[in-house]
């Protein structure tokens, strides 16, 4: 077993791992709606399953718990996501669509661990990290299961950003190789729809474990399909392995010529909020820095 930091639980009531989410709408892998913190009477608007978490993480920074056991990585030229929270005076109600409860009880490998409960608590699931949690919402609320897929899985693709705000964006994501492209016309949720595009095998034999650079993460007969990039981010990501119910790999910023490792999916949503961000408050000057050097896994 690999070793890891554990923070020290801070002391904090039961309640302040508790959320309750209302959904008002479920539509394009993306979710809207009013979440509740614990007891506190005043609701916190979302408008995407990345903006619900990162909310959350927000409110767990500030009371000291559950404590985050590592720092999210951001791009270099890139700042940590500034969104706003966007609070409104509603009171704890039901979702028009569903209601989940949700309990936070770690914040382990860069990721969420907790359980997710429905249907008034009757139902309750445990989940490893926020990848797993949102695979059960999507699965509670349209009926969805991740598809399985004959032959070679994919564990890469290429992600071009038209517009970016928490984590609702209008672009598409490519397979590699190109054999699928889903375009969006219309804002759709990154957090989601990402998460179930990727069908993710990886075996032994095709795992790098060592030092790569950016030509190392595409296939060459899928370069001329990734050489348009998106107006505000493109991204290529390579996921090379699953631990902790999660991914690990590698996303490569094509503007900012910057590539870094993600330990989990949400550090690497994280890391694409940043640049996406980064971007739109530096749309005149796409100078990001110079390209980094290649590094080894684990590093």
Known sequence: MKNMAIG??????????????AVDECKDWGIKGVMFHGNDSQGICYNSLLEMIMNMDRIFDDIGSPKQTFQMRCFPGAKPPAFVTRRC???????????????????????????????????????????????????????????????????SCHVSIDVYNSGRIVGNYQNIPAEKVEQF????????????????????????KYGLNYGQLISSEACSMCRKGGQKASFSIKVMFQEYSTWQGII?????????????????????ASAAEAATANDGDRDYGEEAPSFAIGS
């Open 185 to 208: 016309s219309v804002p759709v949720d990154l957090a989601g729809s990402l998460c179930n595009f990727m069908e993710i095998g990886i075996s032994e034999d095709e795992t790098l």
């Open 89 to 155: 005076e509603e009171e704890q109600r039901e979702g028009k669509e569903a209601t989940f409860f949700i309990y936070v009880q770690y914040r382990y490998h860069a990721s969420l661990q907790g359980t997710i409960s429905w249907q008034g608590g009757e139902r309750t699931e445990a989940f490893e990290s926020e990848l797993q949690l949102i695979l059960l919402i999507d699965e509670i609320l349209n009926g969805r299961f991740p598809e399985s897929q004959e032959g070679k899985s994919l564990n």
């Open 252 to 272: 490569y910023w094509r503007e900012g010529r910057v590539q870094l490792p993600f330990r989990s999916f949400k550090e690497m949503l994280y890391m694409i």
């Open 8 to 21: 020290r639980m801070s002391v904090v009531r039961n309640a302040d791992r508790y959320f309750t989410v």
